[in-house]
C-alpha cells in the first residue's frame, strides 16, 4: 500500500453489485474478463497498491463475486436503489480518514491515478475529489461544470443546456472524500429522479451547498472508460492490449508485429524476449530472457526458460516447464510436462503428464497416452533419450538414460536405462503381391 498519506487511513469502496443485463449475460458484470481476468480483479489489484483498506459491494446470489473479492470483506446490496444507496452498505467499514467509491465496471483505472486522486483530496481545503475524463466522444456522459479549477456541478446528459453539452470535461463516478463528511452526504441523497435512485453523483451538489471545494482529477480515457456493454467490453480490452504491449516493449520485449500479440493481466516476459506474429499468452505464463516464441503459438499456465524456442503453431498448456534452450517446434502440444534443457520436441507430437530429461529428442508424432478413460498417469523419459517417430508411449511408463526407442514402436514397458526398445510386429514382404493387387483394383475400376 502506497497511500500518499500514511497518518491518514484510506478506504476503498468497490461497487460490484451490477447485473449482466445490458450485456445479455447471466455472469454478473463484475465478472466479465479483460485480458483473461475478471474486472472486479483488475479493480482490486490498482486499489489494493494505494488504499489501507478494501470492501466489496455486491448483490444476492452472487457468490461468484464474493469469492473473488476475498480475503477483503463484501458487503450485500439486497434492493438496488442506486450507487449512492450501494456505497451505504459499506458504511460500517468507512473508518477514519477518507473514503472512495470505485465501480467494478470501470476497471482499469491505474494506482497512479488513485494516488493523485488522494492527493487531490489531501489539497489545502478541497473536501471532496473526483475523477473527470475528456473523451473523444463525449456522446451521453454527465458533464463536469467547473470554473477556476473548482467543480461547481455535474449535469446529466439529458438535463444539460446546448452550452453544458458542448464542454468536453466529463463525469467518472469516483469520488473521494473525509469519511464522516462522505457519510453524512450520502444520507443527504434524495431519490427524486425518474428512476426513484439514490445517485453518488448528487453528492457533488451536496458538497457545493455545504460550500466545499471540489477538484476535479483528469485521467486518460482508456483508464475512465465505463464499460456497459458486449462492444464497450472490446473496446477496453483494446485499450488494455494496447497498454500491456507497450509495456511489454518498454520493458525490453520485442513485438514483431504488436497489434497481433494478446496478452494476459498477469503476463511476465522478461527481457530480450522475441514473440513473432499472432501470439496468444493466456493466465500464468513466465517467459524468461533470450526465449523466442514464434508465430500462432497459445501459452497458458506455463514456464519458458531461458533461450527456449517456442513455435510456430505449438501449444503450451497448464502445468509445462520449458527448460533452458529446449524446443518445441510446430504442431506440439504439452500439458503438465516438464521439458528438460536442451531437449527437443519439434513436430507433430502430444506430450502429456510427462517428465522429459535433458537433450532428449522426441520424434514427430509421438504420442504420451497419459489417460485410460478413468486416471491419468505418468510418463518418465530420462536424459539423451532418443524416441523415434510415431511412437506410441503407453502410461505409465518408464525410458531410462541414453536409450533408443525405434520409429512406430508401441511402449507399455518399462525401457531400461542404454537399452533399445522395439514394440512394432514383424515386417513381412510378399513378392509381386503389390503389382498384382494394384493390377485388380484398376481393372475393377475401368469395369466400373
Not at 501449444?315 to 534452450?325: D, E, F, Y
Request: aromatic residues 6%.
Amino acid at each position: 500500500m502506497t497511500s500518499p498519506s500514511a497518518s491518514r487511513p484510506a478506504t476503498a469502496v468497490l461497487l460490484a453489485a451490477g447485473l449482466g443485463t445490458r450485456m445479455k449475460s447471466s455472469r454478473p458484470k463484475a465478472m466479465q474478463r479483460l485480458a483473461g481476468r475478471p474486472m472486479l480483479a483488475h479493480l482490486i489489484a490498482s486499489a489494493s497498491e494505494v488504499f489501507d483498506r478494501l470492501v466489496v459491494v455486491i448483490g444476492p446470489e452472487m457468490g461468484d463475486v464474493a469469492e473473488l473479492a476475498a480475503p477483503y470483506p463484501v458487503v450485500i446490496q439486497h434492493e438496488r436503489l442506486g450507487t449512492a444507496h450501494a456505497a451505504l452498505q459499506a458504511e460500517a467499514y468507512f473508518g477514519d480518514g477518507d473514503v472512495a467509491v470505485l465501480y467494478a465496471d470501470n476497471p482499469l483505472i491505474s494506482s497512479e491515478t488513485l494516488t493523485r486522486l488522494l492527493e487531490a483530496r489531501h489539497a489545502p481545503e478541497v473536501g471532496l475529489a473526483l475523477l473527470a475524463m475528456r473523451p473523444a466522444e463525449p456522446g451521453r456522459y454527465g458533464r463536469v461544470i467547473a470554473q477556476d479549477g473548482l467543480v461547481e456541478r455535474i449535469v446529466e446528459w439529458a438535463d444539460a443546456t446546448p452550452e453544458e453539452r458542448a464542454v468536453d470535461l466529463c463525469n467518472a463516478g469516483v469520488l473521494c472524500a473525509d469519511a464522516a463528511t462522505f457519510r453524512r452526504w450520502l444520507h443527504s441523497v434524495k431519490n427524486d429522479n425518474a428512476k426513484g435512485e439514490f445517485y453518488l453523483t448528487d453528492v457533488v451538489d451536496c458538497a457545493v451547498a455545504d460550500g466545499v471545494r471540489v477538484h476535479a482529477v483528469e485521467a486518460a480515457e482508456d483508464e475512465l472508460r465505463g464499460i456497459n456493454s458486449r462492444m464497450e467490453l472490446a473496446e477496453a480490452e483494446a485499450a488494455l492490449q494496447a497498454r500491456l504491449r507497450q509495456k511489454a516493449m518498454e520493458n525490453g520485449v520485442t513485438l514483431v508485429a504488436p497489434e497481433t500479440v494478446f496478452f494476459c493481466a498477469d503476463t511476465t516476459l522478461a527481457p530480450d524476449v522475441l514473440v513473432e506474429p499472432h501470439v496468444v499468452f493466456g493466465p500464468g505464463v513466465t517467459v524468461e530472457s533470450g526465449a523466442e516464441i514464434r508465430s500462432f503459438s497459445q501459452l497458458e499456465g506455463c514456464t519458458v526458460q531461458k533461450d527456449a524456442i517456442i513455435g510456430p503453431y505449438a501449444r503450451l498448456r497448464a502445468g509445462t516447464s520449458i527448460g533452458t534452450g529446449a524446443r518445441v517446434g510446430n504442431f506440439v502440444e504439452v500439458k503438465n510436462t516438464t521439458l528438460g534443457d536442451g531437449a527437443k520436441a519439434n513436430h507433430l507430437t502430444y506430450l502429456g503428464d510427462a517428465s522429459i530429461g535433458a537433450r532428449s529428442n522426441i520424434g514427430a508424432g509421438t504420442i504420451t497416452c497419459n489417460y485410460d478413460g478413468f486416471f491419468k498417469h505418468k510418463t518418465t523419459i530420462g536424459d539423451r533419450v532418443f524416441v523415434g517417430s510415431n511412437a506410441i508411449l503407453v502410461a505409465p511408463v518408464s525410458i531410462g538414460t541414453n536409450a533408443l526407442v525405434a520409429a512406430g514402436s508401441v511402449i507399455t514397458k518399462d525401457v531400461p536405462e542404454d537399452a533399445m526398445a522395439f514394440g512394432r510386429p514383424r515386417q513381412e514382404n510378399k513378392p509381386e503381391l503389390g503389382r498384382r493387387f494394384k493390377e485388380t483394383l484398376n481393372a475393377r475400376k475401368e469395369n466400373g
